[in-house]
């Protein structure tokens, strides 16, 4: 599949000119925290019914949990948006060719509710998954730790069991949408009583949820940042928070790391077409700057150089635009492994830079300007060679990947065999 069907263009169509109208005129606001990323994400929900298109089908589903109908607390079923890959594509695609920073927002929240949807009982589906995904309610889904970085499972903040209820401690940093979430995510390393310290399963890693106002719960300020100004990032603090025993979702007689690995790739996929939609608004813009602008009297699109630029972001739009429709592809099937995700959200993500500074040098003085796009979606964009597992932590996992299927094993930390 290397093409839309005639629904998807419909659906790209009518989300590239909401974001043109309502979106693009709000960007310098955004930049400036002077408007909420969720106003605008607000409108998006109701302008394309989402309360009814997600909302529907995710009611249903735990009318059916608790008859003991159909499904369980692990189904799988609600990953992407509406249950569809390419449209969950075509929402990163479209918001970020307008504002990676808002797209960045609206990832987070997703993946926040769908992993809620996917896992969560039917309380916290009709309460907490249903208005996250229609966007009524702000969630986050925090991983990252101070100490952890690349070795993201080394972390220290766990959950423990306390009769009828789980207790949260520990901190997460640089959570997209911390500062003004309603609801959390956060995954934790199960405790067992009487464990000691150095027998810890790293594989048991569960996501719990948790409200604002719980006691113990707190978040630091907006954190200041080189691009992604439209989405608010931030710390999460947890001083024996104490949630419902149905909020830890999963079982912890079993490992679960592959859990949070799920929600990593699923975001990895999001990178991977708002990389497309940053590519596509730098190659139109740079190509219209070309064809316009004069120098020596005649458009500079008639110099070589321009074109070889140019001709180098068209094929890197066609190389990232065959990725997205590749994961689309895997998703729908069920298949994939992390080398693949990994490969697809390096070379999507490096190849944007490129095309983004490519974009600026096309346009010259302009370019540098914050007047044009591409000055904010390369400082946008950047943050996808850092974030979500860098671009060199994506190589390793490749190489570590490619060398198993040659006999040869290799972890992150040194060790090897054959």
């Known amino acids: 599949m290397f093409e839309f069907s005639d629904t ?26 002077e408007v909420s990323p969720f106003e605008p994400l607000r409108k998006l929900s109701a302008t394309f019914q989402l309360d009814e298109l997600v909302g529907g089908p995710l009611r249903e589903k735990a009318r059916k949990l608790r008859d003991g109908k159909r499904g369980s607390h692990g189904e799988r079923g609600a990953a992407g948006l509406l249950g569809d890959p390419a449209v969950s594509a075509i929402f990163a695609k479209e918001v970020a060719r307008v504002s990676p920073g808002l797209c960045l927002s609206l990832v987070a929240n997703f993946g926040c509710g769908a992993t809620i949807a996917a896992r969560g009982d039917a309380d916290l589906i009709e309460r907490v998954a249903v208005p996250v995904l229609s966007l009524e309610k702000i969630g986050c889904w925090g991983l990252t730790e101070v100490g952890s970085g690349s070795d993201a499972f080394a972390m220290q903040t766990c959950v423990r069991e306390q009769g009828d209820e789980v207790v949260l401690n520990g901190s997460k940093t640089f959570i997209s949408n911390a500062p003004i979430a309603d609801f959390f995510l956060i995954y934790a390393r199960f405790e067992a009583a009487g464990e000691p310290a150095g027998e810890r399963d790293k594989r048991r890693i569960f996501p719990v949820v948790v409200e604002r106002g719980r006691a113990g719960l707190e978040t630091g300020p907006p954190m200041e940042k080189f691009g992604m100004h439209a989405s608010p990032t931030g710390e999460i603090f947890l001083n024996e928070v104490r949630v419902p025993r149905s909020h830890l ?91 693949e995700v990994s490969a ?75």
């Open 8 to 33: 998807h263009e419909v659906i790209e169509s009518s989300l590239r000119k909401f974001c043109r109208e309502e979106i693009e005129p709000l960007c310098a606001a955004l930049e400036r925290g």
């Open 249 to 339: 979702l999963g079982d912890p007689d079993a490992p679960a790391r592959e859990h949070a690995e799920e929600t990593l790739a699923t975001e990895r996929a999001a990178v991977v077409a708002m990389c497309l939609g940053v590519i596509e608004r730098c190659l139109d813009e740079a190509t219209r700057f070309a064809i316009e602008r004069k120098q020596f009297g005649r458009p500079i699109a008639s110099y070589q150089l321009i074109q070889q630029k140019l001709a180098k972001m068209v094929v890197a739009r066609e190389n990232v635009r065959n990725l997205v429709f590749k994961l689309i592809w895997l998703q729908q099937q069920g298949k994939g492994s992390e080398r």
């Open 344 to 418: 697809a959200k390096w070379y999507a993500s490096e190849a944007a830079c490129e095309v983004a500074l490519d974009a600026m040098q096309v346009m010259g003085g302009s370019g540098y300007m914050r007047e044009f796009p591409p000055e904010r979606l390369f400082r946008d964009i950047r943050l996808w060679t850092v974030g979500g597992g860098t671009s060199e932590i994506q190589q390793l996992t490749i190489a570590k990947d490619h060398l198993r299927d040659h006999g040869f094993s290799i972890d992150l930390r040194g060790g090897y065999g054959e």
